[in-house]
């Protein structure tokens, strides 16, 4: 009993295990399904190349070629004010602005047309004067006469008061003629600070005047927007193209202009150069509406840039960071292209290196990408994804 007592638990556990292979071995087995890689559908378009041409955009306000105050050169009351002389007041070349009261100018020039006609008087009897001593010289002088005998300095002091008595009247006549103000170029009165019947003296401040048949825009350039431009045409004297874009009254017109120098310097501080864009005679107008430009008008600025024969241009979203994109392979796997690029906006960007004609580049946004990963190209027309977004600059 004593051995029957340690044999019968290891009975029923070698049971036990006896039983569980059985029903182990007796289980069937499970199927075996191959795995398969499902691709990731991504949309792409064909890389091309061709000619491009860069656009360069900055901003900035009209102002008139030219910005003076209105002064008067001569002192006096005014008697006379042109009913143009008010803020806003336009003015052609040469019309009157206002007058000064002229009577004491009158009068100078009077005096001085006296003090001429007397020095002239005075010319004539020396001239004679002289004559006659030469002649009585020569009938009974011996020798060399000095300048003395033949009234030489006499006659040199008389041609001398009578060209000072006929500056005096050219100034007379000048101060006269000042007594006039007018305009000195087609422009805009924008303030007026004098009027009728005041006294003014030379240098008071008659009112401010701009220019209006040039106008210009100064535009800030980035050193990265410097590579882009061609800046050796202006040195040359081709100016660049620029398109102007401003809205008035919630209508939006466009201005086509020249940029037509730089100002040469750059700023230190925030490492900016400006350059500037003229317009004049029809370009004041709008090409599509035909609304004026205005001084102090805000516009943006789309400026002529560099051109390339032989870039490929793509929408914005297929550059990746680090100036990298993803091309599809022959293995349809994904591919980390780093690229050299020209030119990159909200709208599309400009390559000109690392990518080849022909290759499937991918626009999809897929967040995080993996080299190798299999995708399904699914190839999207160029023109609906590119000439679309860029119909604003083809516009311009």
């Known amino acids: ?110 005096a001085a047309e006296a003090r001429v006609a007397e020095a002239e008087q005075h010319l004539i009897r020396e001239q004679q004067e ?30 001398a008061k009578l060209k000072a008595a006929r500056a005096d009247l050219d100034k007379a006549r000048l101060d006269l003629e000042r007594t006039v103000i007018r305009a000195p170029f087609n422009g805009l009165l924008t303030q007026k600070l004098v009027d009728l019947g005041q006294f003014i003296s030379p240098g008071s401040r008659l009112g401010v005047y701009y220019s209006t048949d040039i106008l210009e825009v100064r535009l800030p350039l980035s050193n990265r927007d410097l590579g882009k431009l061609d800046l050796s045409r202006l040195q040359e004297g081709a100016p660049l193209s620029v398109t102007l874009i401003g809205s008035q009254a919630d209508r939006e017109s466009r201005w086509k202009g020249r940029i037509v120098r730089t100002e040469g310097v750059i700023d230190t501080k925030t490492r900016i150069l400006y350059v500037v864009a003229e317009l004049s005679g029809e370009e004041l107008r709008a090409v599509d509406t035909g609304t004026p430009i205005t001084i102090g008008q805000f516009v943006a600025a789309r400026i002529e840039g560099r051109s390339y024969g032989n870039a490929i241009r793509l929408p914005r979203e297929a550059l990746r960071q680090g100036n990298s994109v993803l091309v599809v392979d022959q293995e349809n796997k994904l591919r980390t292209r780093q690229v050299r690029v020209l030119d990159a906006n909200r709208q599309y960007v400009v390559i000109d290196g690392g990518l080849d004609e022909g290759e499937q580049v991918c626009i999809s946004q897929l967040g995080i990408a993996v080299d190798g990963t299999l995708v399904e190209a699914v190839p999207v027309d160029k023109g609906s994804t590119l000439s679309a977004r860029t119909d604003g600059e083809d516009k311009s």
């Open 1 to 110: 009993m004593g051995i029957l007592r340690y044999i019968m638990p290891v009975l029923v556990l070698g049971t036990g295990v006896a039983i569980s292979a059985g029903i182990y071995a007796a289980k069937p087995e499970p199927e075996k399904k191959e795995v398969v890689i499902e691709p990731r559908k991504v949309r792409v378009i064909t890389a091309r190349r061709g000619a491009v041409d860069l656009t360069v955009d900055s901003q900035g306000t009209v102002q008139p070629r030219h910005m003076i105050d209105l002064v008067p050169e001569v002192a006096g009351k005014i008697d006379f004010v042109s009913e143009k002389f008010v803020a806003g007041g336009r003015f052609t070349k040469g019309e009157v602005i206002l007058k000064i009261d002229p009577r004491d100018y009158q009068a100078a020039v009077y």
């Open 130 to 159: 002289a004559e006659l001593a030469r002649q009585e010289w020569e009938m009974l002088g011996k020798g060399e006469p000095t300048d003395l005998v033949l009234r030489k300095p006499q006659l040199a002091d008389a041609e």
